[in-house]
């Protein structure tokens, strides 16, 4: 699930796409991408929500936060 942060300022805009992903990454096994957008600035992205990310997602990932939850138990 992406989350859309809309603001004037796009270095806030980054730091709270980064926050939504870092907090999402906790509880969750896909990896989370803040993604920069021309219209919204920066938003958090679900790689679960598309599988292998789409080229045109892919080439404008500016920063990943892992998946903390393991699956090997």
């Known amino acids: 699930m992406a989350q859309f942060n809309t603001c004037s300022l796009p270095s806030r805009s980054y730091f709270e796409a980064l926050e939504a992903a870092e907090r999402r990454a906790l509880h969750s096994f896909f990896d989370q991408h803040v993604i920069e957008d021309d219209e919204l600035g920066y938003i ?4 679960g ?14 920063h990943t936060v892992h998946g903390a939850m393991l699956d090997e138990f």
Request: no cysteine; charged share 20%.
């Open 44 to 47: 958090a992205l679900d790689e």
């Open 49 to 62: 929500d598309y599988n292998a990310l789409p080229a045109h997602l892919a080439a404008r990932v500016v």
